[in-house]
Structure formats: C-alpha cells, structure tokens
C-alpha cells in the first residue's frame, strides 16, 4: 500500500497499522516543512555506522544519570525519580546500551540557545543525563519535573511536561527517540505531538506510571517508564526523523 503526502494515512503505513506517528500531521505544523514528497530512500547500513552520533570524550559516569547533582547547588523543581526497563519485542533485556535523556527544567525552559521563553534559566539544571542499562536492561535517572512552555504552533499552543529520550539498541540503526510524558496531564489531549500517534493503546504507553515502590521518602516521587524496542505491538511510539 503506498501513501502520498497530503492523505490521512502516514507514508509507508501498512494495513492500516498506525503505531508510530505519521510524517504529515497538519495539526503539527512543522510537518508540513518536514515532511517528505518524494519516496523514501533506504540507508545502507554501513553508512549508517559511519555517521553515527558522538558520546562525548569521556565515558558514561554513574553521577552522569543524576541531573540534581550538576551544579554548584540543588536545581529549583519538584525531584523525580525515573526508571524502568528496556527490553526487545521478544521481552529480552537489552543490556549495556546508552540511554539519554534531555528536558526542561521546572520553569519550561530548556538550557539552549535557541530557546528565548521568557521564563528563567536555572544555573544548576544543565537538563541532560544519560546512563547505561543494567544486566536486566534498566535504568534509572533523578532530576526534577519539567515544566509545561509554550511552542507556538497554533493559538495559546502549551506542550505538555515531557522528558526527552534517547534508546539504543544493539546497533546505532536501532535507535529509538521518544518523550515520556506524565499521568494526569490536561494538556496531552489538546497536543499535536501526542495525538498523532491514532492508535490510543500506544500513545499511552509514553505517558509514565506513577511508582510508589520508586519514591524516596522526604525526597523524590517516583515514575517508571518501561521501553521496548523494535517491531510489535508492545512497541513504544517513536518520533520519525526528517531531513
């Protein structure tokens, strides 16, 4: 079945199967730029490897996993407690892969440039971490709630309070971008990003569930966000690159 650019249905869509969000969603508006008109162009895999992303110089630290902990003081926010397992479609651990994680701090505001909110930076929130997984494929991370900001994409447009994440697989083809978002939150129905994904049962699968068993009593609340990757229907929703 092929799809054109301009129809409901995402590009390469099969069968009607909606898991991941499509490349053309007009309510996103930044789709409609991005979004490809010309068939897609399979890489191959050895270039794939060659152009892959960059670490850093040093290697993964466990102090690299807690973003509370980066500056000269305590970042202002609500601590969290963020946690679960990466597994593949067949529920195998994976183990010993990178997991990234960047965001906003408490006030909606992201510690880049390009970011001119109007809302106050944080000299202790650098808003990045990352991590590897255990044996048993998890993770965890401490760092403080986001904020909600607004984005501009449509009148009064706020995006929900999310946590970016970056997941690897066994190869750097295998790459899952993805955001967590948090239970509760009035303004996921009212948000492009989260709405494109049609098929309700995955897009709930990006919202967090709250862990009591994870809280840290007079310290951090707990939330765990289990992560799989590859083909299936336990697939967690990933965010399509364009070029």
Do not use: K
């Not at 509760?184 to 699968?205: N, Y």
């Not at 990006?206 to 994870?214: N, R, T």
């Amino acid at each position: 079945m092929s799809v054109s650019v301009g129809q409901q249905e995402p590009l390469g869509v099969v069968d009607g199967a909606t898991l991941d969000p499509p490349y053309y969603f007009p309510s996103y508006r930044s789709t409609l730029q991005r979004a490809p008109s010309m068939p897609l162009v399979a890489a191959r895999p050895e270039s794939a490897g060659r152009t892959g992303p960059v670490f850093g110089e040093d290697h993964v630290r466990h102090e690299d996993s807690d973003l509370t902990r980066r500056g000269a003081g305590a970042p202002i926010g609500e601590r969290i407690i963020v946690h679960g397992r990466v597994t593949d479609s067949e529920g195998h651990p994976v183990a010993g892969q990178l997991v990234e994680l960047w965001q906003a701090n408490a006030a909606g505001r992201y510690a880049h440039v390009v970011d001119q909110h109007d809302a106050p930076l944080d000299p202790n929130f650098t808003g990045a971490g990352r991590c590897l997984t255990s044996s048993d494929g998890s993770y965890s991370f401490t760092t403080v709630r986001p904020g909600e900001y607004p984005w501009g994409n449509h009148a009064n447009a706020w995006r929900p309070a999310h946590l970016h994440f970056s997941f690897f697989g066994r190869t750097f083809t295998s790459r899952l971008v993805t955001q967590m978002y948090f239970p509760g939150d009035p303004l996921l129905p009212l948000d492009p990003m989260f709405t494109s994904i049609r098929d309700r049962e995955a897009a709930e699968r990006l919202i967090g569930v709250f862990d009591l068993d994870a809280t840290v009593e007079s310290y951090a609340l707990g939330y765990r966000f289990d992560v799989v990757l590859g083909p299936g229907r336990g697939a967690t929703p990933i965010e399509e690159e364009h070029s």
